[in-house]
């Protein structure tokens, strides 16, 4: 697999992760849901494939999932948005990361950042515990 490919599937497994906590089922309750293995979906999130188009429909029509999010996480950021918001969300994060000794991948903290962001566009409260959840599910 190219290496573009690879930090591709990373970002988007991170983003997985991310959104299957915030809907507070377990990796083999959406499989289920998704009609893919348990062993599938986990190597979805781990970034080792590709998650099917099939699979995705189907969690946008059962979860509601922003399956835009899930593809392009921050690359969907547009002219107009709060970009100085971004950058304290960013700066945020790496604080803590830093004082918390805690190293994650670049795609990963991309992810982080991009769901963190839109949360907060869409007026949703982001707390401490939701930080610390993410980081958790994108730590290998």
Same mark, same amino acid.
């Given at each position: 697999?190219a290496?573009?490919?690879?930090?591709?599937?990373?970002?988007?497994?991170?983003?997985?992760?991310i959104?299957r906590?915030?809907?507070?089922?377990?990796?083999? &309750?959406?499989?289920?849901?998704?009609?893919? #293995?348990? =062993? *599938?979906? !986990?190597?979805?999130?781990?970034? %080792? /494939?590709?998650?099917?188009?099939?699979?995705?429909?189907?969690?946008?029509?059962?979860?509601?999932?922003?399956? &835009?999010?899930?593809l392009?996480?921050?690359? #969907?950021? =547009? *002219?107009? !948005?709060?970009?100085?918001?971004l %950058? /304290?969300?960013?700066?945020?994060l790496d604080?803590?990361?830093e004082?918390?000794?805690?190293?994650?991948?670049?795609?990963?903290?991309g992810?982080i950042?991009?769901?963190w962001?839109?949360?907060q566009?869409?007026g949703?409260?982001?707390?401490?515990?939701d930080?610390?959840?993410?980081?958790?599910l994108?730590r290998?």
């Amino acid at each position: 697999m190219a290496q573009e490919d690879a930090d591709m599937f990373a970002e988007v497994g991170a983003r997985l992760a991310i959104s299957r906590s915030e809907i507070g089922v377990s990796q083999a &309750a959406m499989a289920e849901a998704i009609g893919v #293995s348990h =062993r *599938a979906y !986990h190597s979805y999130e781990k970034g %080792k /494939r590709g998650i099917p188009i099939e699979a995705l429909i189907k969690m946008h029509r059962r979860y509601e999932v922003d399956v &835009a999010w899930l593809l392009l996480g921050t690359q #969907s950021i =547009r *002219a107009g !948005h709060d970009f100085d918001a971004l %950058k /304290r969300i960013e700066t945020s994060l790496d604080q803590y990361l830093e004082g918390a000794g805690i190293k994650i991948r670049s795609e990963k903290r991309g992810a982080i950042v991009a769901r963190w962001y839109q949360s907060q566009v869409e007026g949703r409260e982001v707390t401490d515990d939701d930080v610390h959840t993410w980081i958790e599910l994108v730590r290998e």
